[in-house]
């Protein structure tokens, strides 16, 4: 009974040295370059009323967030589960007077289950946003930030995802699909299954989209994919510009990291309920899930009565350092 009490819930972490001196040195330099970058560091509340926590992008989080009622309010709160949702608010609320903002952050979150099986429930989140600003240049921007992040932070041999969610938003255009048969066409197609996409289609007379579904699922790879895919998907403006988007994207970023390779997964849905545009995701050999990930989410903060388009990445600095990554740098 006494061993119990110095065990930590599954998923939680404590830093020790030389690890946690290790962490401190990382999130210097990382705080560091988004500073002179021109981000401004903001430092929101660990506890947030739950409807201001669940608002926009964090809609997606219910089933991660802690709840409990507030004792002197009565109101529910909730423990943060991804910093992004805070920093939408405060670009909507404290920035008002400001065309384009620029936040970063890096504090822990708490989540109810690990983003994958054995990970963390308590990441330390490190993460960069752009409000206010629609153009590819913006994501341009944040995505040379996520790779030069891991850069600092010591990563190797990284890899780069590209995907665009209004390619298959174009595909099932017409398809109409509950809630609960959503969820389950996401998980084929990024479990890529071709034989239960059939099954799926055949299930709910959707022959012609699952055709198409298919076809989406199979175009993942190098930069040629991009040239599959205007001979296969319809030729309708959503597609012609998202694919454009993501030859212009693999194209600057190739010039700039050269040493990076780039894959284009067109059936890459990651958040797909609030993503509007371009996402992309960084791994290293050897690592289950990415260590860095971000999109595109425009119309974030209409609930706190600014919408603005945005475009950001996050990273846990915990799994940096696991990796070994973190101790490169000096």
């Known amino acids: 009974m006494a061993t119990k009490r110095w065990m930590l819930p599954d998923g939680m972490e404590e830093g020790l040295p030389p690890l946690s001196w290790q962490l401190e040195s990382l999130r210097r330099r990382l705080l560091d370059h988004y500073r002179e970058a021109g981000y401004e560091l ?40 991804d910093m992004t949702p805070q920093a939408a608010r405060i670009a909507a609320r404290r920035y008002a007077d400001r065309k384009v903002i ?52 010591g990563a190797h041999e990284l890899h780069l995802d590209l995907g665009h969610v209004d390619i298959y938003r174009a595909v099932i255009a017409g398809v109409a699909l509950d809630a609960e048969d959503e969820s389950l066409l996401f998980e084929i197609l990024q479990r890529k299954s071709h034989p239960d996409l059939a099954e799926f289609g055949r299930a709910r007379g959707l022959d012609g989209a699952a055709g198409r579904l298919a076809a989406l699922m199979d175009l993942n790879g ?19 510009a998202a694919l454009d988007c993501l030859e212009q994207t693999a194209g600057s970023l ?32 050897g690592f289950g899930r990415e260590l860095a990930r971000g999109g595109r989410y425009d119309g974030v903060g209409r609930e706190f009565g600014r919408a603005l388009p945005a475009t950001g990445f996050s990273a846990d600095i915990n799994e940096l350092l696991q990796l070994g990554a973190g101790t490169g740098a000096g």
């Open 254 to 285: 190739s010039r700039e990291f050269a040493s990076v390779p780039i894959h284009v997964d067109l059936a890459e849905l990651r958040g797909l309920r609030y993503h509007t545009g371009l996402v992309f995701a960084a791994f290293v050999p």
């Open 42 to 81: 903001i430092l929101p509340p660990l506890v947030e009323h739950l409807d201001a926590l669940l608002t926009g992008t964090g809609r997606d989080l219910e089933q991660q967030t802690f709840k409990f009622a507030d004792p002197l309010g009565g109101r529910m709160l909730g423990l943060r589960a």
């Open 222 to 240: 190098d930069l040629s994919v991009l040239q599959r895919a205007r001979q296969i998907l319809p030729q309708e403006s959503g597609v012609e």
């Open 102 to 153: 620029r936040l970063c952050y890096l504090g822990t979150v708490l989540r109810t289950h690990p983003d994958s099986p054995g990970g963390p429930r308590s990441p330390r989140q490190v993460g960069c946003e752009l409000f206010g600003e629609s153009d590819l240049s913006a994501d341009l921007e944040v995505l040379r930030l996520m790779l030069q992040t891991l850069e600092l932070a």
